[in-house]
Structures are given as C-alpha cells and as structure tokens.
C-alpha cells in the first residue's frame, strides 16, 4: 500500500519531470532590512518558478514586480518591469549559461533570489 502511494505522489508532483521538459526553479527570500527593523508581519512563503527553456511561468503577483537576470560575473544581463497578474514571461533567446533570477516587488524591502540555466 505504501508503495502505492509513492508512487501516486510521484505521479501527481513528479509528472513533469518525467518528460524532462520543465524545470522548477525554487525561490528564496532575502530581506535585507537591517535586524532592529522587525516588521509587525510574517514573510511571504517561498515558492517556485516554472521554466520551459525561455519561458517562465509565475504565480499570479497582485503587485507589479520587476525581473533581473545576473549572470556568473553578477552583471545584469536583462532587467524588466511586469505588471500585476502576469504569469508568463518570456526570455530573450540569446540568454544562454547560469543565472541568478531576482524578482524585486516595487516598494519591498525583500526580493526573492532563485538560479537557473538556459
């Protein structure tokens, strides 16, 4: 019975892996507000990115937010400002190697970090 359900879970999280053509990117949360500034709130949860080679899908933010993408040497090699609600975007197809994904809400003082490669 357990292997089973194993398997299932498998199934049911692991589905697109098994095509070998999504990745999942997780994100982290930095917040650089100095120690003594405790807001009166909890953090956002982390979660994850969806990467199908040059496209992102994103959960729909109800806040706009912009995207930067560092490479290796932490030079910005694509910056963009998305709207509240956009769930798809679409990476220049000249991008290639590892990156260093930044999504920066506008007004936070917390960005999430996640790393991938095209």
């Known amino acids: 019975m ?3 359900l194993l398997a299932a ?3 049911i999280w ?3 892996y098994a095509f070998g053509t999504t990745n999942e990117i997780p994100m982290q949360i930095i917040d650089e507000t100095p120690a003594g500034n405790i807001h ?8 994850y990115i969806m990467q199908d080679d040059y496209v992102l899908t994103l959960p729909a933010f109800d806040y ?3 995207l930067v993408l560092f490479d290796e040497e932490g030079v910005v090699v694509f910056s963009a400002d998305y709207s509240a609600g956009t769930t798809t975007v679409t990476l220049p197809s000249t991008l290639s190697g590892e990156f260093e994904l930044r999504l920066v809400p506008y007004a936070a003082t917390y960005y ?3 790393y991938m490669e095209l």
Do not use: Q
Request: hydrophobic residues 25%; charged residues 20%; aromatic residues 22%.
């Open 2 to 4: 357990k292997k089973l």
């Open 40 to 47: 009166p709130y909890a953090p956002p949860r982390p979660w």
């Open 9 to 11: 879970m498998f199934l």
């Open 64 to 66: 706009d937010y912009t």
């Open 112 to 114: 999430y970090r996640g």
């Open 14 to 16: 692991g589905g697109n």
